[in-house]
């Protein structure tokens, strides 16, 4: 993150006046603290396991963790400087998508507490920040298509259906979204 030093704090007002401040760290799955990684399988599964469970593909945690503990995995970890706590995090790695240089973020998820105030759409900022340092063509993610509130969210980010996503007669339970980088 040192040639990025414009995401390595976060800051916003509260309601109650005061300021909300936290640190951003880069980690490859190896520099994780395994209670982190618990956490983050935790915050996974308050926010988006309702929306598994409701939908063809179900809540699998055995997988979730795999997926979690892949070791290409990377991750960038929002804590709250008052309280030492981790706020939000978001899983991604650099991959070849169908032949295309890209930034694939696997989980993006905020404590609920931290939502709604500019905190998960800077982590992405983030993300698109490395990706264009790195010449990558797109940020690539996937969301549940019962995720309305991620749904909306990505959009506003400039984020559109990519041409990968799986066609409407395979009627998968999810989207594939994406956003050019240059």
Known sequence: MSEFPEFLSFTCSQNDGTNLQLKLQCKRKAEMDPKLLKWAFKLAER???PQYRAC????????????????????????????????AYT??????????????????????EYQRKGL???MMKA???MAQHFSLEHVVLTVLKNNDDG??????LGYKVDEMSPDKEENAAYEIMSKPMF
């Open 47 to 49: 926010n988006v396991g």
């Open 120 to 122: 998960g759409a800077f």
């Open 56 to 87: 063809s593909l179900g809540w699998q945690p055995k997988i979730k963790q795999a997926d979690l503990n892949k070791p290409w995995a990377r991750y960038l970890v929002a804590m709250d400087l008052a309280t030492k706590k981790p706020a």
């Open 91 to 112: 899983m991604f790695r650099f991959d070849l998508d169908y032949g295309r240089s890209v930034l694939y973020c696997y989980e993006l998820q905020v404590e609920a």
């Open 127 to 129: 993300l698109e920040k």
């Open 151 to 156: 749904m909306r969210f990505y959009r506003r």
